[in-house]
């Protein structure tokens, strides 16, 4: 198991008349990711409304902030419990016996254009054994044609742009991979959270985006970017691409700060906590169902239901 205390400090500065906050910065609750000591500071006294998406778990929330200051403060302890596979052994889902649910993540959505990758993705990868082994050369094409180099794109920038510019951070390595997979009729999706050993040259702890494809009737994390030790991430939601799952979405003039993230892990091998690390193991934290919703603490350490 893996145990990690996270820290989030948010801070803005509302102009006008106020502006509408949707946020994603809570750790999703699943069977395999477990929430607790969990604690929510908001520095206006405002009203908020958390919600819950069934499948994924992925937890919003909705706040109306007055002009001024808005401080926003997230801690929680997230324990890990992943899945581990032979790479050898997992297959890819023929389009007729995927799901309902996970049929929407062979489509071309806005900033995986997947349509318009066929034939790349038939000439680099069609002559590939199918399975995990053919993810992960997706993967690491990826990484070999893209560099990773900060503020070289923006909210704009889509799988195609990436493919074009060859340059790019960790949200657009995952919408390349994610498009190129969807080419290929292979589910995937995006997947946001926290990063965790991370290069310190690449700056401090942050958000980070990642991959999950489904194989073998199971989603498995793929980290294109190659920036973070995958079974350190944290998540907070699982979408389309990053227009489902942004951090942060603002209605309204505001100035951001920089966010302040902090990630530790627990060493406590005797009580079955151990640091994340680089495995040979596919790697899985399927959210297959997702657990009834539970309380989550606010400054005043009133309940806050959702």
Partial sequence: ????????????????????????????QTPSQLVSAEKL??????????????????????????PGALNLSYTATIDLMHHFADPTKITEVPVRDMPPEVIGYIYPSRYCQSDRLIKLANN????????YSRVQGIQEWVKRHVTFTLNSTNTNTSAVDTLIQRVGVCRDFAHLMIALCRALNIPARFATGTDYGADPTLGPSDF?????????????????????????????????DAADVSFATIFGGVRTHAAVIRAVAVDDPANGMVLPHFCNEALSTDTSTVPAATELTQGNDQPLLW
């Fill in 208 to 240: 980070q985006a990642y991959v999950e494809v489904y194989l073998g009737h199971r989603w498995y994390i793929f980290d294109p970017s190659g920036t973070g030790i995958p079974m350190g991430f944290v998540r907070f939601g699982t979408g389309r």
């Fill in 41 to 66: 500071t908001l520095s206006q006294s405002i009203p908020s409304r958390m919600y819950t998406t069934p499948i994924t778990g992925n937890r919003y929330m909705q706040v109306h902030a007055a």
């Fill in 1 to 28: 198991m893996i145990r990690i205390e996270l820290q989030i400090d948010l801070q803005y500065e509302i102009d006008g008349a106020g502006a509408d906050f949707v946020f994603n910065i809570h750790a999703a």
């Fill in 124 to 131: 680099e990868f069609g002559r590939l054994a199918q399975g």
